[in-house]
Structures are given as structure tokens and as C-alpha cells.
Nanobody, 118 residues
């Protein structure tokens, strides 16, 4: 069973930045497609970034140019740099192992970390 643990959320003013991190257990991390998605109360899950095993990266238009995903296979970590934050970026953010080619179809996910932009 894989465990994912997020950290780095918090409160920030609009225009500010945050960096989210995710530690993933297990010895096969490099074989996973991984992603970050977010969910606001009452809203559907929205994928915000994904990186495939061959390092191809996807972003939706809502965050492209502002968010940057990166993975470190040697350290079993996944990061998300959030810049130029907007109030609409407020959500719970989750890191996840996703179905290959997907940005939000999670096989496993962490408990989430809250990002609040005011």
C-alpha cells in the first residue's frame, strides 16, 4: 500500500507563492504517473498538474504559466510551485498516483493540504 503525505499549504495573499511537497512511500515511485489535484467545497475535483513516467507534463489552462510540477525519483517526492496565486486557487490540494494519461483519475491520494488565498 502506497502512502502519500502532503505538506506546505497555508494562507497567502493574492499574488503570492507557495510550494507544496509530497512524500511517497514505496520502492516503485519512478513507475508511477503522479499529479496534483484540488477540490473546493461543493466543487468537482480539478487536476492542476501531472507528470508522466517519461517526464511529460500537463497543466490545465487555469494554472498554466503559474504552477510548476516537479518530481524527484531519487527522493520519492513530488512538488508543486504555486506562483501568482489568485483567490480562486483556494482549495484543498492533493497529490496522487494517477491513471497514465490522466490528470485527476487517482489510484491513491494523500490526505491533502489546504491552500487559502485572500
Amino acid at each position: 500500500h502506497v502512502q502519500l503525505v502532503e505538506s506546505g499549504g497555508g494562507s497567502v495573499q493574492a499574488g503570492g507563492s507557495l510550494r507544496l511537497s509530497c512524500a511517497v512511500s514505496g520502492h516503485t515511485y519512478s513507475t508511477y504517473c503522479v499529479a496534483w489535484f484540488r477540490q473546493r467545497p461543493g466543487n468537482e475535483r480539478e487536476g492542476v498538474a501531472a507528470v508522466e513516467t517519461d517526464s511529460r507534463i500537463k497543466y490545465p489552462s487555469s494554472v498554466k504559466g503559474r504552477f510548476t510540477i516537479s518530481r524527484d525519483n531519487a527522493k520519492n517526492t513530488l512538488s508543486l510551485q504555486l506562483n501568482s496565486l489568485k483567490t480562486e486557487d483556494t482549495a484543498m490540494y492533493y497529490c496522487a498516483i494517477v491513471v497514465p494519461g490522466s490528470i485527476s483519475q487517482a489510484r491513491e491520494r494523500g490526505q491533502g493540504t489546504q491552500v487559502t488565498v485572500s
